[in-house]
């Protein structure tokens, strides 16, 4: 088992466990680490000598996790681009512009590459390499999702339906729960070849058994979940507020007004994004009883591990 997984496994048992790592791991100086250190961080990970069950006392090794965690992928071993690292993800201003068709698409892209880069990378595609249908996949779903976003929008000044009501649903209500509906079908698209090919499901001593649909299945929906929530509270909450704010007539001018709408979806984004990523481990588990018939008949252990993604 890659030695991120074995730290994750070891240290995020509970939420709040995985909150407060998260927490840490977000650190936008992490950005800032260049690879020599990376990967330095992750050979001392590697020679910790820590079991799944030990938690990680020594604090150059636990620090070394936060490296090794945020920047290499524990599939394929390979540093994430500084881009789409989580520290990087995601960019309130894209959220706060996410009511124009063309900066929809610009957000729908950048978190269609941060899942392809930060899913599970076992799986392997047979007749034409998995990259290639992934990107396939990612076009379609990008598209999709940014005329879906967009479509509520267009139908109002199509039809110029400027009524109170029409425009409290429209631009309040209904972008919140259709932002996080559209992405969680981007990661379910895009990581649709995991429940397809399956993904490897590894016993407790990192020993990999065999790949299962059905822990690719799981993996995908906790976390196409998990964006849901990011994005959708993100976007609900500072509508909800800066409503009350227009309200109140706190905010004297447009400039005041956006300037105090960034600055509440910043903090709702700073804090809902370790929420979200705390939401499921990291390591996933999944019983025995639930997984192939294959993969039954391989192994006794009665509970088996896999790389979630993010």
Request: aromatic share 12%; hydrophobic share 45%.
């Amino acid at each position: 088992m890659d030695a991120n997984l074995r730290f994750w496994r070891a240290e995020g048992q509970s939420f709040f466990q995985r909150f407060l790592l998260w927490a840490d791991v977000l650190d936008p100086l992490l950005l800032l680490k260049s690879p020599d250190e990376i990967r330095r961080a992750r050979i001392l990970l590697q020679n910790s000598g820590k079991t799944l069950s030990e938690p990680i006392q020594n604090d150059q090794v636990f620090w070394s996790a936060f490296y090794g965690r945020e920047s290499v992928h524990p599939d394929t071993d390979k540093i994430i681009p500084v881009l789409f690292r989580p520290p990087g993800n995601p960019n309130p201003k894209f959220i706060f512009a996410c009511n124009f068709s063309f900066l929809q698409f610009v957000f729908h892209t950048y978190t269609t590459g941060f899942t392809l880069l930060n899913g599970n990378g076992t799986t392997k595609a047979e007749e034409y390499s998995l990259q290639q249908k992934q990107i396939f996949y990612g076009l379609g779903a990008i598209s999709y999702a940014a005329c879906i976003g967009a479509l509520p929008l267009v139908f109002m000044n199509r039809y110029t339906l400027k009524s109170s009501l029409t425009q409290l649903v429209v631009k309040k209500l209904l972008p919140a729960p259709l932002l996080g509906l559209m992405s969680a079908f981007t990661v379910a698209v895009v990581r649709s070849p995991e429940f397809e090919n399956g993904i490897e499901v590894m016993d407790r001593n990192g020993k990999v058994v065999g790949l299962s649909q059905k822990a690719g299945e799981k993996a995908v929906k906790e976390t196409a979940l998990s964006r849901a929530v990011l994005f959708g509270t993100t976007f609900f909450l500072p509508a909800v507020l800066t409503h009350f704010v227009e309200r109140a007539k706190f905010a004297k001018t447009p400039r005041t007004l956006a300037s105090v709408r960034m600055l509440v979806i910043t903090s709702v984004l700073a804090g809902m994004l370790p929420v979200s990523l705390s939401m499921f481990p990291q390591c996933g588990e999944i019983k025995r009883a639930d997984l192939e018939p294959e993969i039954l008949s391989s192994t006794e252990e009665t509970e088996l591990f896999y790389n979630r993604g993010i």
